[in-house]
């Protein structure tokens, strides 16, 4: 029996509630030696609802880095129509994106720019993050 991908299944994470958080949302390039991005376990697809349109903060902070100890968390907020929020930024071990959202179905894609060798930091092979969503 092949030994599973870490990080891979489920495909994609369940989100609560909103105000509430989700942890252990874990991506590695185990299967990427070459860095070259877009590989299995280096993106990480979290599934949620919005019950009402509002105002929402979507945070990630890096809770591990292995083995530099620090994160740089990347994240995309996908409705049905495409990318609705992003956030791509420096700050080490944070990363938030805000902005009205209607009521619906999302996705967010989360990983850590650490993993990839355009990254002039790089040197993680994995990271992960706690997620809340406002």
Do not use: H, M, W
Request: with cysteine; proline share 6%; glycine share 10%.
């Amino acid at each position: 029996t092949p030994t599973p991908l870490a990080d891979t299944n489920p495909i994609y994470l369940s989100y609560g509630a909103v105000g509430s958080s989700l942890s252990n949302v874990c991506v590695n390039n185990a299967v990427d030696p070459t860095l070259a991005g877009n590989k299995a376990g280096e993106y990480r697809y979290i599934r949620l609802t919005l019950p009402q349109a509002g105002q929402r903060t979507i945070s990630v902070t890096g809770s591990s880095g292995t083995p530099t100890g620090q994160t740089d968390p990347d994240l995309v907020l996908y409705s049905a129509a495409g990318a609705v929020l992003r956030a791509n930024g420096t700050t080490l071990n944070s990363e938030a994106a805000s902005g009205v959202l209607p009521a619906g179905d999302y996705v967010l894609v989360v990983t850590d720019f650490k993993l990839s060798k355009s990254s002039s930091a790089a040197g993680n092979t994995a990271a992960c993050f706690t997620v809340t969503i406002q």
